[in-house]
């Protein structure tokens, strides 16, 4: 009788450990979800927030059977808190998967994470480049859903050697993704015979840009700018008081919707280049606009069609497997080899577990969308780059044979 009891004490023990480190049962899907919902980027968060919150509630927080239970957490913008919030979410909530993270230095921070703990980590707006290129293998249980820094600015460098600027300034957030919008764009904008004569790197969280707009050189005959959180607000505003006239191009979050109807006419005419834009005229993107903004009072940033589409990429899976937790790495796969028609467009991911999709290349302008009565500032998509993936016209092996882009890499080499 003692050896038996002993027996069922050590097999008790044996299955509360199992429940510690076990994710939740496979009819309940817990998803973490990390977003800086205080500090400088909190109206981000809740962009980010919202788009997946309304997939949810738009299927009844059912996917394929499985019950999903979201949980927020507050990473404000912050890598070392995203890590600790991550941390809490794997080993404290038993997540299956946590989404999400804001600046590319928090996705660099969270993937490592994901691989300590074998936990799926889904990088719905991190853009930085590595996690799905050179550091791909260190990270298998990464997916990115959203797109790499680069990869809209390729086509845009393109695009504007198509409308005849040859020389360009730059003038960018001094930090992984700034470097990396504006190496995308020099490779390409110099590839096609322009010319990158100046870079100006404002800290990230710059409000003032006095001591940088003067300097910007009047031989440009244009300028290509990288804003993030309200810096995307003030440049423009500061760069028109100071008189310019130069065509102004912007990375893709320089002119999202997420602050796009704070800004004013000064902003009219500007060109940047996104995978979304809430102007986008097709029938299931006035759908979505509709539906978003009567719900959240306002026009659906990048930041929510992201997460939006993120939702329905994990829906997908969940469907195929009609409502069972397939495993950390079985669901990598699985989500790999999704294909949606989203509300961006086509959507699938390519063999580094990348989306490849249309980049849009779009211009403010002051009108009426959708049947809304009245004009407001809309990102108006003037050119469509189909198919396009992370690693642009160069091709997988060529293009990571490069470093990756950073502050000094492609080189100023016609810097005056």
Same mark, same amino acid.
């Given at each position: 009788?003692?050896?038996?009891?002993?027996?069922s004490?050590?097999l008790?023990?044996?299955?509360a450990?199992l429940?510690?480190?076990a994710?939740?049962?496979?009819e309940?899907?817990?998803?973490g979800?990390?977003?800086p919902? &205080?500090?400088?980027?909190?109206?981000?968060?809740?962009?980010m927030?919202?788009?997946?919150?309304?997939?949810l509630?738009? &299927?009844?927080?059912n996917?394929?059977?499985?019950k999903?239970?979201?949980?927020v957490?507050d990473?404000e913008g912050?890598?070392?808190?995203?890590?600790?919030?991550a941390?809490?979410?794997?080993?404290q909530d038993?997540?299956?998967?946590?989404?999400?993270?804001?600046l590319?230095?928090t996705?660099?921070?969270?993937?490592?994470?994901?691989?300590?703990?074998?936990?799926?980590?889904?990088?719905?707006i991190?853009?930085?480049?590595?996690? &799905?290129?050179?550091?791909l293998a260190?990270?298998? =249980?990464?997916?990115r859903t959203g797109?790499?820094?680069?990869q809209?600015?390729?086509?845009?460098?393109?695009?504007?050697?198509?409308?005849? =600027?040859k #020389?360009?300034?730059a003038?960018?957030?001094?930090?992984?993704?700034?470097?990396?919008v504006?190496?995308?764009?020099? @490779?390409a904008?110099e590839g096609?015979?322009?010319?990158i004569?100046q870079? *100006?790197?404002?800290?990230?969280?710059t409000?003032? %840009?006095?001591?940088?707009?003067p &300097?910007?050189?009047?031989?440009?005959d244009a300028? %290509?700018?990288l804003?993030?959180?309200?810096?995307?607000?003030?440049?423009?505003?500061?760069?028109?008081?100071?008189?310019?006239?130069?065509?102004?191009?912007?990375?893709?979050?320089?002119?999202?919707? %997420?602050v796009?109807?704070?800004?004013?006419e000064?902003v *009219?005419g500007?060109v940047?280049?996104?995978q =979304?834009?809430?102007?986008?005229?097709t029938?299931?993107?006035?759908?979505?606009v509709k539906?978003?903004r009567a719900?959240?009072g306002?026009?659906?940033? =990048?930041y929510?069609?992201?997460?939006?589409?993120?939702?329905?990429m994990?829906?997908?899976?969940?469907?195929t497997?009609r409502?069972?937790w397939?495993?950390?790495?079985?669901?990598?796969?699985?989500?790999s080899?999704?294909k949606v028609d989203?509300?961006?467009?086509?959507v699938?991911?390519?063999e580094?577990?990348n989306?490849?999709q249309?980049i849009? *290349? @779009?211009k403010?302008? #002051?009108?009426k969308?959708?049947?809304?009565?009245k004009?407001e500032?809309?990102?108006?998509?003037?050119?469509t780059?189909?198919d396009v993936?992370?690693?642009w016209k160069?091709?997988?092996?060529?293009?990571?044979?490069?470093?990756?882009?950073?502050?000094?890499?492609p080189?100023c080499?016609?810097?005056?």
């Amino acid at each position: 009788m003692t050896g038996s009891s002993g027996f069922s004490r050590k097999l008790a023990a044996a299955c509360a450990a199992l429940a510690v480190t076990a994710p939740a049962a496979a009819e309940e899907l817990r998803i973490g979800f990390l977003a800086p919902m &205080t500090g400088i980027f909190a109206q981000v968060g809740k962009d980010m927030a919202n788009g997946f919150q309304m997939y949810l509630d738009e &299927t009844g927080g059912n996917f394929g059977g499985a019950k999903v239970t979201l949980i927020v957490e507050d990473e404000e913008g912050k890598p070392p808190v995203g890590v600790r919030k991550a941390e809490k979410l794997v080993r404290q909530d038993k997540v299956h998967m946590f989404i999400g993270g804001l600046l590319a230095p928090t996705g660099y921070a969270l993937a490592p994470v994901s691989t300590r703990l074998k936990t799926v980590y889904i990088a719905s707006i991190p853009a930085a480049d590595d996690l &799905t290129q050179r550091d791909l293998a260190k990270y298998p =249980y990464l997916v990115r859903t959203g797109w790499t820094s680069s990869q809209p600015h390729h086509p845009l460098g393109q695009w504007a050697c198509e409308q005849g =600027y040859k #020389r360009v300034a730059a003038v960018a957030a001094d930090y992984a993704f700034g470097h990396e919008v504006v190496g995308g764009f020099q @490779k390409a904008f110099e590839g096609c015979g322009g010319r990158i004569i100046q870079k *100006i790197w404002p800290p990230l969280g710059t409000k003032d %840009f006095g001591p940088y707009i003067p &300097t910007i050189k009047q031989s440009a005959d244009a300028i %290509f700018s990288l804003m993030v959180g309200p810096m995307a607000l003030q440049f423009p505003k500061q760069l028109a008081a100071s008189g310019n006239k130069k065509p102004v191009l912007g990375g893709g979050t320089s002119y999202d919707e %997420f602050v796009l109807p704070a800004m004013g006419e000064e902003v *009219i005419g500007h060109v940047s280049a996104l995978q =979304y834009s809430a102007a986008l005229d097709t029938p299931g993107n006035s759908s979505f606009v509709k539906r978003y903004r009567a719900k959240y009072g306002k026009v659906p940033s =990048y930041y929510s069609e992201s997460n939006y589409t993120t939702a329905q990429m994990i829906h997908e899976v969940m469907e195929t497997s009609r409502g069972k937790w397939p495993g950390a790495a079985q669901f990598v796969k699985m989500l790999s080899a999704v294909k949606v028609d989203a509300v961006r467009g086509p959507v699938r991911l390519d063999e580094m577990r990348n989306p490849v999709q249309n980049i849009y *290349i @779009k211009k403010v302008e #002051r009108r009426k969308m959708f049947g809304y009565e009245k004009d407001e500032l809309w990102n108006t998509v003037i050119k469509t780059y189909p198919d396009v993936g992370q690693f642009w016209k160069y091709g997988k092996q060529q293009f990571l044979k490069q470093p990756v882009y950073s502050r000094d890499f492609p080189p100023c080499k016609y810097c005056e």
